[in-house]
T-cell receptor, first 116, second 114 residues
Framework: DSGVTQTPKHLITATGQRVTLRCSPR?????VYWYQQSLDQGLQFLIH???????AKGNILERFSAQQFPDLHSELNLSSLELGDSALYFC???????????????FGPGTRLTVL | AQTVTQSQPEMSVQEAETVTLSCTYD???????LFWYKQPPSRQMILVIR??????QNATENRFSVNFQKAAKSFSLKISDSQLGDAAMYFCAYRRAPHDKIIFGKGTRLHILP
């Protein structure tokens, strides 16, 4: 158990809909990262939040957005869903300091999104 | 741009034997971090081992060890005494610095033969 929690585990929805994925980082971790794992694209970085502020964006579609709340949990919002958005979405947390385990990202169990 | 390459999409090893998974990466940085993550059928991403580039000594974690060749930009994972529970997809990963994203290779699926 990494200490990172994600809900829900599975999500089935229809095209055009909007969903919200939730992530709670490990206790003490200020950074949350979101990744998408699909069969054709592999594991891709989406976005990074640190202590409530957006720090970096990767290959995140404009239909997707995220935020990190004062209690450090994060939500990834996916809207106008398309078939191609079906994937496993991971969040990872890290303390993000130099050296030792501070540079390691610990992953949650993921949310499997199926768009029909 | 940094890239991570795993040239072996699939590998098989007999239980109790030793297997080595290959990984190469490309970066112009001198300090960075390398990882191996394991993804079993449950799809959980589990950290296996990490290596800081400034450390010359190869990291080891029980039956798992790495061969880090900085000049060659190579980072292979050796699994000794393979067990059935080692069957999984293994991802080699690179991180430039804290507060930076992880870049993953495409993975190597490891089969353990009883």
């Amino acid at each position: 158990d990494s200490g990172v929690t994600q809900t829900p585990k599975h999500l089935i929805t229809a095209t055009g809909q909007r969903v919200t994925l939730r992530c709670s980082p490990r206790s003490g971790d200020l950074s949350v990262y979101w990744y998408q794992q699909s069969l054709d694209q592999g594991l891709q970085f989406l976005i990074h939040y640190y202590n409530g502020e957006e720090r970096a964006k990767g290959n995140i579609l404009e239909r997707f957005s995220a935020q990190q709340f004062p209690d450090l949990h994060s939500e990834l919002n996916l809207s106008s869903l398309e078939l191609g958005d079906s994937a496993l979405y991971f969040c990872a947390s890290s303390v993000d300091y130099q050296g030792g385990s501070g540079n390691t990202q610990y992953f949650g169990p993921g949310t499997r999104l199926t768009v029909l | 741009a940094q890239t991570v390459t795993q040239s072996q999409p699939e590998m098989s090893v007999q239980e109790a034997e030793t297997v080595t998974l290959s990984c190469t990466y490309d970066t112009s940085e001198s300090d960075y971090y390398l990882f191996w993550y394991k993804q079993p059928p449950s799809r959980q991403m589990i950290l296996v081992i990490r290596q800081e580039a400034y450390k010359q000594q190869n990291a080891t974690e029980n039956r798992f060890s790495v061969n880090f060749q900085k000049a060659a930009k190579s980072f292979s994972l050796k699994i000794s005494d393979s067990q059935l529970g080692d069957a999984a997809m293994y991802f080699c990963a690179y991180r430039r610095a804290p507060h930076d994203k992880i870049i993953f290779g495409k993975g190597t699926r490891l089969h353990i033969l009883p």
